[in-house]
């Protein structure tokens, strides 16, 4: 079989053998990885790098003047780009409009902040750096090359982030700000990346543009063709694809018997109805993308303009049929195999190295120092922001992909030289920060629940019941509490701690807080007991509300029982040693099964008020 791009011929039998190398070598690798609690993802770029053409070669197990092998696993390239236009097209499902309304200003902001940084500082090392003496190696870069690299550096990776929140149960605000501020930033990325490739070719290959191409005009010409692309495949999944698809549990079902038939399932006629979506996505995309590129118009908008019309104004069971299980990690393996396998460890110098450390030291500042930025800018939650710059650090299969590309379309290999070992990098590390910092979530939590664990004994009740007399006057107890439900119970709590207060307390940060930590855990403390609790910015002191609920609402927590005593705790967020103490006290006093029942026969808010006063006092639980 001759070969398209010229050369030596490619023969098929070599290209079955490098293709089984290379995906066995890829899997063992995963799952190396995986029994090492690290990422299948690393495993996967690393057992495809060491059985890559530049490792065997570097190791003589391939004859230096046979290139039969890397031909081979040249041919395959095609599907690169193809699972690049299906992850562009696939970001189109988060454009979704009412997915970007929950999102708000706060992660908008923080989002363009870190992006900003990061491609700026990557932009200027690479820049600047290719023109100091140290890096002699490398010609000096032109600036939109600088910015193209740049635009890599900001993708991030939110798969395993995710998958590790699934795993320690993160739920909430901190879970929503990561989705939202992922999904812009790859957005983003990827429009940016498009735009400096367009900029990059014009000075790579000049020959294949119009002599007016150095002006923007033909770049907005082209975008706008893509754009048209975009269209053009959102119609014909719309006329392929029906709006009211079959789900995957009404998909037609094979005897039992035939089931087990290897043969049958690979010989089947007719596909099941999700693959059948599958192929109709990958086919019409793949004919786009690939039409698009070869006009050398920026494909990738063209994907991310079809997701986004097909997730706003068609069906979501296309978007599915991208997740079907036995396929997905089929294509996600083929995929890390034929990326690592173009890792070059030929190219691995002493300055290519150093490049490749300065590239991992500005990424990691920019998206861990912007992110921190714009939470201090946006008054973030203390807690978010010291979680949520090390979630920003992943970084893979974009990446990964766009590195390849950009080596292969500009011929400079040195690039994806660079940047592969630095995604390698960060999905060891920033994967571990990232488990690091979501447990350290965790234990904030861990550590309300172990004050409200508290045992009470009357030698310390007076401390206890002291502590929270200071913030229980009579305006701040309920003795006829309002409310069907947990949330109207609260929001009525809220809406009376806002009345009786002199500070200032924002009631929709203040819902939305103790909702999350609903959510996270339910509050209902046992014995007919809940404690909402939150800690707020903007709080100079505790504020405090106890309520007596004549039937009882459900908080859920310990067990289901309705709690008839309910005493919410709202905090200064700059002082969680002050909020736990709270807790504490709480579960100190209302823990004493003889309070509780003096409370619940109070008849008005100031018996209750002076009960707490009295044991303030006595520490006498008596009656």
């Known amino acids: 079989m001759a070969n398209p791009l010229g050369g030596a011929a490619i023969h098929p039998p070599m290209q079955m053998m490098a293709l089984g190398l290379v995906i066995l070598a890829a899997h063992l690798g995963g799952k190396v990885c995986h029994k090492l609690r690290m990422s299948e993802v690393t495993g996967q770029l690393v057992g495809g790098a060491m059985v890559g053409p530049f490792a065997l070669h570097l190791l003589h197990l391939l004859p230096s003047g046979d290139n039969s092998y890397d031909l081979a696993l040249e041919s395959f390239h095609f599907f690169v780009f193809v699972f690049l236009g299906m992850v562009a097209f696939g970001i189109g499902e988060e454009l979704h409009l009412s997915r970007l309304r929950q999102v708000g200003r706060a992660a908008v902001v923080i989002c363009l902040i870190h992006v900003l940084i990061t491609w700026v500082g990557i932009t200027s090392l690479f820049y600047f750096g290719t023109r100091l003496e140290i890096i002699s190696s490398f010609s000096a870069m032109p600036l939109w090359e600088a910015m193209l690299i740049g635009s890599i550096g900001t993708a991030s990776a939110p798969a395993v982030t995710f998958v590790l929140m699934n795993q320690l149960s993160v739920e909430g605000r901190l879970r929503q700000m990561v989705g939202g501020i992922v999904v812009m930033a790859d957005v983003m990325e990827v429009l940016l990346f498009s735009f400096f490739v367009q900029m990059a070719m014009r000075e790579v290959r000049p020959e294949k543009f119009s002599a007016e191409s150095s002006f923007l005009r033909p770049m907005l010409q082209e975008t706008i063709f893509a754009l048209l692309v975009g269209v053009a495949i959102y119609l014909a999944l719309r006329l392929l694809v029906r709006r009211h698809a079959a789900h995957f549990e009404e998909e037609i079902t094979v005897h039992h018997e035939q089931e087990k038939l290897f043969l049958h399932r690979i010989l089947a006629e007719h596909p099941s109805p999700s693959a059948e979506i599958l192929l109709i996505v990958m086919g019409t995309v793949s004919l ?36 079907i299980d036995n396929i997905s990690p089929v294509m996600n393996l083929g995929f890390f195999a034929l990326i690592g396998a173009n890792i070059s460890f030929a190219g691995l110098q002493w300055d290519t190295a150093l490049m490749a450390l300065m590239y991992v030291a500005m990424r990691f500042t920019g998206k861990y120092c912007g992110t921190k930025l714009g939470c201090r800018l946006m008054k973030e939650d203390p807690k978010i922001s010291a979680c949520l710059p090390s979630l920003m650090l992943p970084q893979a299969g974009v990446a990964a992909v766009e590195a390849v590309y950009v080596s292969d379309i500009l011929q400079k290999p040195e690039i994806s030289a660079i940047i592969l070992p630095a995604i390698v990098f960060f999905e060891i590390c920033g994967v571990y920060m990232v488990d690091r910092s979501l447990r350290l979530w965790r234990s904030w939590v861990a550590d309300e629940e172990k004050a409200l664990r508290e045992v009470s004994t009357h030698s310390g009740i007076a401390d206890a019941a002291r502590l929270l007399h200071c913030f229980l006057g009579e305006a701040f107890v309920i003795h006829d509490c309002r409310g069907r439900t947990k949330s109207e119970v609260i929001e009525y709590l809220v809406d009376h701690a806002r009345k009786k207060t002199d500070q200032h307390i924002d009631r929709s940060q203040a819902l939305q807080v103790i909702g999350e930590r ?15 609790h939150c800690r707020l910015m903007g709080l100079g002191k505790p504020v405090l509300v106890l309520a007596r609920h004549e039937t009882g609402v459900v908080f859920g927590g310990v067990d289901e029982e309705p709690c008839h005593l309910i005493l919410l705790i709202l905090s200064a967020a700059r002082n969680p040693g002050e909020h736990l103490k709270l807790l504490a006290s709480t579960a100190h006093v209302l823990g004493n099964e003889e309070v509780r029942k003096r409370l619940l026969a109070c008849t008005n808010s100031a018996q209750m008020s002076d009960l707490i006063g009295t044991l303030a006092r006595e520490g006498n639980t008596g009656v």
Request: with cysteine; proline share 6%; net charge neutral.
């Open 518 to 532: 609903e959510k996270l855990s339910p509050t209902g403390f046992g014995n007919n007991i809940a404690i909402p």
């Open 288 to 323: 786009g993308c690939g039409f698009a590129y070869s006009q050398h118009w920026p494909f990738l908008i063209a994907a991310i303009l079809a997701g986004f019309m097909v997730a706003n104004l068609h069906s979501h069971a296309i978007f599915d049929s991208l997740k």
